[in-house]
């Protein structure tokens, strides 16, 4: 069995680290290079760094942030945020990213899954998914709808199909945003994470909810994910990854410990 990794997630916006709660309410919390070399030295399996608000803003990702978190971890660097093009991932691969995410720009063109797939290879390309809960439809079959932009823009597009799509499209893994639980601390979208889990072969990342050890524990066993994604619980200084990682093999969940 592959160990399951602890991801600790840096929303940076204007060059800031920030937090929000179900994507509104986003505060400044400090300095995103600092906390990478911090997360990193306490023994974090992999870092993601998104923009939040590129896609939205219609511009590029400010490199010159990712260029110096790179500097500071030696661990995988996974970065998004307002990539639409191959150069884009390109540019991003220069300035340090081992994996690059798409996320808005590829549900409204996926053949840029494809695209980067096949000049990056699929295991540098990372589609993240944001989605929230609705009603079942005969369009929303699962009650999971896509959003996009930054969760301001509703896509009509269920979000296990479009799972299944972004795996046979290329990618190497998926990031399972859940909006409804972002920033609540009240525990991760567990039907959400397993329903996809079980869809798709490829690796599973669950995101938003977590506040407690017992979380990471709940979404690695019962969500059937294989890495869990942290901001708030460490960012605010309430656990360290070391804690994290030593509840979790406390709890018979296997990951890398760092003795």
């Known amino acids: 069995m592959l160990s399951k990794r602890v991801i600790a997630c840096l929303d940076v916006r204007d060059g800031h680290l920030a937090k929000s709660v179900k994507f509104v309410d986003t505060k400044n919390i400090g300095d995103p290079v600092e906390k990478a070399r911090e997360y990193y030295i306490d023994g974090l399996d992999e870092l993601v760094f998104y923009d939040i608000t590129a896609s939205s803003d219609g511009r590029k990702i400010i490199l010159d942030v990712v260029e110096k978190v790179a500097e500071q971890v030696f661990i995988p660097l996974s970065v998004g945020g307002g990539i639409r093009s191959v150069d884009d991932a390109t540019d991003l691969r220069?300035?340090?990213?081992?994996?690059?995410?798409?996320?808005?720009?590829?549900?409204?063109?996926?053949?840029?899954?494809?695209?980067?797939?096949?000049?990056?290879?699929?295991?540098?390309?990372?589609?993240?998914?944001?989605?929230?809960?609705?009603?079942?439809?005969?369009?929303?079959?699962?009650?999971?709808?896509?959003?996009?932009?930054?969760?301001?823009?509703?896509?009509?597009?269920?979000?296990?199909?479009?799972?299944?799509?972004?795996?046979?499209?290329?990618?190497?893994?998926?990031?399972?945003?859940?909006?409804?639980?972002?920033?609540?601390?009240?525990?991760?979208?567990?039907?959400?994470?397993?329903?996809?889990?079980?869809?798709?072969?490829?690796?599973?990342?669950?995101?938003?909810?977590?506040?407690?050890?017992?979380?990471?524990?709940?979404?690695?066993?019962?969500?059937?994910?294989?890495?869990?994604?942290?901001?708030?619980?460490?960012?605010?200084?309430?656990y360290t990854v070391s804690g994290l990682k030593q509840h979790l093999h406390n709890q018979g969940v296997k990951v890398r410990m760092s003795w």
């Open 94 to 238: 220069l300035a340090g990213a081992e994996k690059i995410n798409v996320n808005s720009a590829a549900v409204v063109r996926p053949a840029l899954i494809s695209e980067c797939a096949e000049a990056i290879g699929s295991q540098n390309v990372v589609l993240s998914m944001d989605i929230r809960r609705v009603e079942p439809t005969a369009e929303l079959p699962s009650g999971y709808e896509m959003v996009i932009n930054g969760g301001r823009k509703p896509m009509g597009i269920d979000a296990l199909e479009w799972a299944r799509e972004g795996e046979a499209l290329g990618a190497g893994e998926l990031v399972v945003n859940s909006i409804d639980a972002d920033g609540t601390r009240a525990g991760y979208e567990l039907t959400l994470t397993r329903s996809i889990s079980e869809a798709v072969r490829i690796p599973v990342i669950a995101s938003g909810g977590a506040g407690e050890p017992d979380h990471l524990v709940d979404v690695l066993t019962q969500g059937r994910a294989d890495a869990a994604l942290v901001a708030s619980m460490v960012h605010y200084g309430d």
